[in-house]
Structure formats: C-alpha cells, structure tokens
C-alpha cells in the first residue's frame, strides 16, 4: 500500500461512496473553512490504483507554534481494519512531519457504544477494540464529555439520528411519539407555509439564529458566515435552508370562522335543557376562540400579516441529511412550526433515496434536569436513536510545541471566559 497526496476530485469520488463520510469529510467544507483561515489537503492510501483510505486534513497556522490540522469527522476507512488504519497513520505522521504540524485533531464518525431512542445503553456494544487501537498508534483522547454546555471538542459527540431506510413517512409518523404526532398535527393548521430560503432571504434565517442563540445563550456567526456556506454549497444542491412563515390574517379568518360555526352549535342547543353541560363546554370553547381572535389582531398590528417564525438549515451529502442548525422566535413556539419543518424534511429525505435523517447535536444528559434536556427530547419524539460518537483524539507530531500549547490554550480559554462573564 501507498501513502499519497489526492486530487480533490479524485478525493470526492472516494467521499461520495465511502459508509464513514459526511458532509464534514468533503471538498466542499474545505472550501466553506478557507475563509475562516483553514487550508485543505487531500490524502489517501491507495493499493494498487483502488484508493482504500483517505481523509481532508484542514490545517490553520498556530502563532509562534506551528500548524494544527484537523481531519473533521476523519478517517474515511475501514477502522476495524488494524493493518489499515497502522498504515494510514504511518503515511500521516510523515506527511504531517513534512508540513511542520503540532498536531492532529480527529473526532471519528463512529459509535463508541450503542445506544437507544432513551438515551439508554445496549448492553455489549462498547467498542473498547478501536479505542485500544488508536492508543496502540499513539492517538491521544480527549476525554468523554457529557453536557454539552461543557464540550471543548470541536463537533458533537453526542447526536440523535433517524433511520429512514426502507421506511415510508406514515410508517414513521406511526412511531413518533403522541406528542410529536399531536404537534406535527397541530403546525398543519395554523396556516404555515414551508419556503426554501436563497441569498436574497437568508437575513431572515440569520435574525432566527440571532435570536436563538441569545434565548439560549450561545455565540451565533455573522451573517457572511452563511452566506459563503451557502454559496458553496447551492452550487451542487448540498444544502436547503427552510422557513417557517405563518399567515396571522389567514389564520384569523379561520379562527373567526370556527367562532361562527361555535355560535351555530350554541343556538340548536339553547332550547334544550339537558344540554347544559354540552352548552357550557362550547361556551368556554367560544371565549377561548375569542382571546385567540383579538390576540391575532394585536399580532397582525405588530408584525403585519405575515411573518417568518422559525427555520431549518440542512446538509444533503451521501447517505443522510443533516439538520445543522435550527432556529425559531420563542414568542411563536406555540404554533409548533418546527415540527412542521422536520416532518417535511424528513418526507423529502424519503423520497430523495437518502438512509438517514440526522438530528445532531445533543446533550449527554438524559436527566429532565438538563438545561438542555427539552432540545433532546424534541428529537426523541421522532423516535430518532442516541448516538454516542467515540470523541476526539489529538496525534501528536512535536511533543514539546504540543504540551506548551496546551498549557498556553488553557490560560487562553479561562481569560476569555472570566471576560465573558
């Protein structure tokens, strides 16, 4: 076997039909992390002409230290393959060596353990085998985390997926949870439309996440950071952004009508003394019509007759599609339009031939004590399975360089916390 540098085509071919790809392990995300100062490089081992590993390496310049690379969600190979992975991580040191790096960062697109729609471990499934592997060839853990307000690792380690193989969307929505059923139900009539967003609307998904991310307290990216991810994504239909938009005269107009049918049922009754308790049920349904009535008109007088109220950002690459980010106004949860967009996301997975409906990002805490144990529970109620990624390990290149760098990074990370505070 042969250790070589690729073409970034030759590199997007073994991508699209590797199982271990995703959307991180792809030209393209190479392309989106050149202007945040990442550089890509392509990689393989080849036997004969049939290329049988590889992965992008991104690397970055480290001040007065040297260059950190970081292969997102690598290696694409065989990881029970031990001879395979041994050389790959020989032809890596070397080049590696070659490039003046400190380090490489990998964080595995593979399960350390099993687990299910709860959260809850399937016995026997530790992959205590490729953690020992890696050990063996010199890769350093970084740790397990568990709350993700607390993770330094540079993606999750915890994700929820959605098998969707072989599967039809009502099959799928006979598993979901009632309350998921119930909310994806409910979205269907509070008059949204599902919009796909293009550069001339993507502010509307930015001022989403703008608000999200303060409701949540997370730092957000500007709105150019979606913009050129967009950019070079669109080009090869990689990605769909989606929003949410609720029509509150339209939803008025159908409220009012459910009032007036209310009042029709009130009148045939009236007469009839034995109904009374069918009449006072539909008497407090009209005042509970009534307030929906004048809050939509003080809606309408704020915000006009239609409004953007939530959307989805998704990757489409190789077998699954990815919901990156979400967003929605917290004022306007009610209406339950982010099951809507998932309902709809997922239908078109479906009929797309994709495997997989990803989630991501979730919180290793399953208690309901969690501070971010409803964001899990949203995506559990589609009945998508807790994955437990195996994390993050760093391949040291210059041992000395590494170890003052780590000692630096650490005073770093805990001055700008006490800023931020």
Request: include cysteine; proline fraction near 2%.
């Amino acid at each position: 076997m042969q250790f070589i540098t690729l073409k970034e085509k030759e590199f997007l071919e073994f991508s699209k039909t590797s199982i271990q790809t995703s959307f991180f392990q792809n030209p393209y995300w190479g392309k989106i992390k050149k202007s945040n100062g990442w550089n890509s490089h392509y990689v393989g081992l080849v036997e004969g002409k049939k290329i049988v590993a590889a992965t992008l390496l991104l690397s970055k310049n480290i001040s007065f230290f040297g260059k950190m690379f970081y292969a997102p969600r690598g290696f694409l190979l065989d990881y029970s393959d031990y001879q395979l992975l041994e050389e790959f991580t020989k032809g890596i040191k070397e080049y590696l060596k070659n490039e003046s790096a400190l380090f490489l960062k990998i964080n595995p697109y593979i399960d350390y353990q099993q687990r299910d729609v709860d959260g809850n471990i399937v016995e026997g499934t530790v992959n205590d085998e490729l953690m020992n592997n890696f050990k063996r060839l010199g890769y350093k853990h970084n740790g397990f985390y568990i709350d993700q307000d607390k993770k330094s690792d540079l993606e999750p380690r915890w994700i929820s997926i959605l098998d969707i193989k072989d599967k039809t969307i009502d099959g799928l929505f006979k598993n979901m949870r009632s309350g998921t059923r119930w909310g994806i139900n409910n979205s269907k009539k509070n008059c949204l439309t599902i919009i796909e967003a293009d550069e001339t609307n993507l502010y509307e998904f930015k001022n989403l996440m703008k608000h999200t991310a303060e409701r949540r307290d997370f730092i957000d990216r500007p709105l150019s950071y979606y913009e050129n991810m967009y950019r070079v994504l669109k080009k090869d239909n990689l990605v769909k952004v989606l929003l949410a938009e609720i029509n509150f005269k339209k939803l008025k107009d159908k409220t009012e009508e459910d009032l007036k049918k209310n009042k029709e049922k009130l009148e045939k009754l009236s007469d009839i003394p034995r109904n009374k308790g069918q009449i006072k049920e539909l008497s407090a349904e009209q005042e509970n019509i009534k307030n929906k009535i004048r809050l939509l008109e003080d809606t309408i007088k704020e915000y006009g007759d239609k409004k953007i109220i939530a959307g989805g950002w998704y990757m489409l690459y190789g077998r699954e599609i990815v919901y990156l980010f979400g967003a929605s106004y917290k004022k306007f949860m009610k209406y339950n339009s982010q099951y809507l967009l998932q309902y709809e996301m997922i239908d078109y997975a479906i009929k797309n031939g994709y495997e997989a409906f990803n989630f991501y990002g979730i919180d290793g805490n399953f208690s309901k004590k969690s501070k971010n144990y409803g964001l899990f529970d949203f995506k559990r109620g589609f009945n998508a399975c807790v994955h437990e990624l195996i994390g993050e390990f760093d391949l040291v290149i210059s041992p000395g360089k590494y170890n003052l760098y780590k000692n630096c990074f650490k005073c770093y990370k805990k001055a700008k916390s006490i800023f931020q505070k």
